[in-house]
Structures are given as structure tokens and as C-alpha cells.
């Protein structure tokens, strides 16, 4: 296969790769393992990215869970509202979804432990499924953001939709004008990737363990974005059953 990044949009439709493929991945059994520690030292903060209010919990519970008792040294930065994920949809409208879906993110950090009046909230209100017209204007947000030594936690910027490969090159580049340290999580990538897929990037990806309480955790803070696994006007959910499962594994990949 190319190291091409994937064409957004494109890879996330149809059915994606199991989960049961996925544990039987070499590459992925491989994968060394890295400690919250190392990621998110005493005394740096932790800036988490998130294109759309449930990406954080989607690709880096672990590493939220692991801030409980540090809310102070957290800054949750949420791209977009999320209001375009069910287009023409009577049930969940553009208006509802503005408003719905950032109160979803507070309720999952609940469930993770966390308390979310500790955390240092920002929402930048940019048009989802429209980040990369508005790329110039995250970064210059994120430039504001950002201090030396911050570790960023952000979409991977080859991640197979416009808005989280948007998120993760504003994110790239803030970090590395601000001298801090970039984390990628993929979220898409578990659908459209295949085993042993070369455009992964096998040779830095690190394994956070989950263990069983955290793990629990991560379930209910999924749930609690109630517009997302939820079918609606019978349409199927955003993120079904096998798109949870996959991304319910004892670890978090990660890209530091």
C-alpha cells in the first residue's frame, strides 16, 4: 500500500475492519507500551484537541482518565460543535446538535472520573465538516493556546475525515512553533486501516493499557453522547456497535 494519506471522507463509509481482524494484527501485537507518565509528566499540561465534542473520549480516554486530581492542568478545546453529523435529520436538527453535543462532552468526562468545572473548557465554534477552510484560523487560535512544554493530544493527521486531518496539521504545527509535544490518536483509522496497513505509523505508535475499571469508564463516557449511539429518524447511529467495539480495546493507540 502507498504512505499516501488516505483520501478523507472517502474511507469511512461501508463496512470497516473488524475488531476480531484487528486482534489478530502482528503489527498491532507488536506495539510497545507507554506509560500515562511519559506522556503527560508532573507538571506539564495536557491540551486535548478534539475536531468534534466526542473525539477526546473516543481517542484518548486513557490518557483524561489518568488527569483525575490535575483538571487544573487540562484544557479541552473543542473545534466544532458537532452539528453536522446528521444532516437533514428531523430529530436532531443543526440547532439541537449545537447545543446537545458539548453538554454530551461534560457528562463524559463526569464518567471518566473527572470534574469538569475544574477543566479549562474552550469552544472555538468552527463549522464542522468545514475545518479545512478555517485552518489558518485554528492554528492562529491554537498559537494562543498553546505553551512550551504543553503536551497536545489531537486527531491523527491522516485520519481519514477532512475535519480530524484539518485538526491534527493546525495542531502539528501550533505545537511545533510553541515548542510543545504532539500526541496523534486515530479514531477513523480503526475503520478504513487494514492489518499490517503501511500507512500506519507503525514505528512511533505506543500502546496506553486500559486496565478493567478505566476501560468501564470509557463505555459510559461513549454513552453518554446520546446523539451519536443513538439511530435516528431510522437512520443507523453515527457510531455503531462495531465502531465502539473497535475502539473499546484494553488499550489506546497512540502517535507521540
Not at 494519506?5 to 463496512?15: D, F, S, T, Y
Amino acid at each position: 500500500m502507498s504512505d499516501e494519506a488516505p483520501e478523507a471522507e472517502n474511507l469511512i463509509r461501508g463496512k470497516g475492519t473488524t475488531l476480531a481482524e484487528w486482534q489478530a494484527c502482528p503489527a498491532l501485537a507488536d506495539v510497545q507500551t507507554i506509560t500515562h507518565q511519559q506522556l503527560i509528566p508532573d507538571g506539564r499540561r495536557l491540551v486535548v484537541v478534539a475536531p468534534h465534542p466526542d473525539d477526546e473520549v473516543l481517542g484518548c480516554s486513557g490518557i483524561l482518565a489518568g488527569m483525575k486530581g490535575r483538571e487544573a492542568d487540562v484544557v479541552m478545546v473543542a473545534v466544532t460543535d458537532g452539528e453536522a453529523s446528521h444532516p437533514g435529520s428531523r430529530e436532531w436538527p443543526v440547532s439541537r446538535l449545537r447545543e446537545q453535543r458539548p453538554l454530551e462532552s461534560t457528562r463524559a468526562l463526569d464518567r471518566l472520573g473527572l470534574d469538569g468545572k475544574a477543566l479549562n473548557w474552550r469552544r472555538l465554534g468552527l463549522p464542522d465538516s468545514g475545518v479545512p477552510g478555517h485552518e489558518l484560523q485554528l492554528v492562529e487560535r491554537l498559537l494562543e493556546l498553546i505553551r512550551p512544554g504543553d503536551r497536545v493530544v489531537t486527531t491523527w493527521r491522516s485520519d481519514g475525515h477532512c475535519d480530524h486531518e484539518a485538526t491534527g496539521r493546525a495542531a502539528a504545527f501550533a505545537a511545533s512553533q510553541r515548542h510543545a509535544c504532539l500526541i496523534e490518536v486515530p479514531v477513523w483509522a480503526w475503520h478504513w486501516a487494514r492489518p499490517q496497513d503501511s500507512r500506519i505509523p507503525w514505528a512511533r505508535a505506543r500502546k496506553l493499557m486500559l486496565d478493567a475499571d478505566v476501560l468501564a469508564q470509557k463505555r459510559q463516557a461513549i454513552n453518554a453522547h446520546v446523539s451519536q449511539v443513538s439511530r435516528a429518524d431510522r437512520a443507523l447511529a453515527v457510531l455503531d456497535r462495531e465502531t465502539i467495539e473497535r475502539l473499546l480495546q484494553p488499550f489506546e493507540l497512540v502517535f507521540p
